[in-house]
């Protein structure tokens, strides 16, 4: 098993580009989720999906969209890139028991 | 708001002291309180967990302590070593089942 997987590992973006970031998991986890992590902040949700199909807001929603079109993969879009989605994004999956498993994350430096 | 504190936000430990984090939170229907290890350039990792309906867990050097009167649980290190140096974070299952509230995270150093 590979865990969670997270597509880049990097990325520079230039102020209103777009982006995908891609999360898998061959877990079979109904649950996914979406993190952004800041210096000081701990990690802040930013949207979350309880099966294939459903989509819900976290914490921090705003300048994000995602979509679960399959149960394995979770996407996260950013239209219109701002220097404020600068950021660690952390994706993770979830047991039927509350247990969440974390990818490696991806690290985005928006100019 | 559902909200968790935790405290210190920085600890340095000699090698083979205890290290003690603790976290408090405020929503009283959560029952699930994670503690996650992060190493540095990684994804957080689960290190234990406990459940509402216990008031302690112990695995090896780690144990974690649940209050659920005073709304607080602690991680409690012993015989630290250098390799325990991380940033770790508590957390809390918000009463409607789905997401984890984070507390910011203690940075801990074990020093040789």
């Known amino acids: 098993n590979a865990g969670v997987t997270q597509t880049p590992k990097f990325r520079v973006l230039k102020t209103g580009q777009s982006m995908t970031l891609l999360c898998a998991q061959d877990m079979n986890h109904e649950y996914m989720y979406w993190y952004r992590q800041d210096p000081g902040m701990g990690l802040r949700l930013i949207h979350y999906?309880?099966?294939?199909?459903?989509?819900a807001k976290g914490e921090v929603p705003d300048g994000y969209n995602v979509s679960r079109l399959k149960k394995q993969n979770f996407l996260l879009g950013l239209e219109s890139a701002a220097p404020s989605q600068t950021s660690v994004y952390f994706c993770?999956?979830?047991?039927?028991?509350?247990?969440?498993?974390f990818g490696p994350g991806t690290r985005l430096t928006v100019l | 708001g559902e909200n968790v504190e935790q405290h210190p936000s920085t600890l340095s430990v000699q090698e083979g002291d205890s290290a003690v984090i603790k976290c408090t939170y405020s929503d009283s229907a959560s029952n699930y309180f994670p503690w996650y290890k992060q190493e540095l350039g990684k994804g957080p990792q689960l290190i234990i967990d406990?459940?509402?309906?216990?008031g302690e867990k112990k695995d090896q050097r780690i144990a974690v302590t649940l209050n659920k009167t005073a709304k607080h649980f602690s991680l409690h290190i012993t015989e630290t070593q250098p390799e325990d140096s991380a940033v770790y974070f508590c957390a809390a299952l918000q009463n409607s089942g789905y997401a984890l509230n984070f507390g910011k995270g203690t940075s801990l150093l074990v020093t040789p």
């Open positions: 406990i459940r509402s309906n216990v």
């Open positions: 993770a999956s979830r047991t039927g028991a509350d247990t969440q498993y």
């Open positions: 999906s309880v099966g294939e199909g459903t989509t």
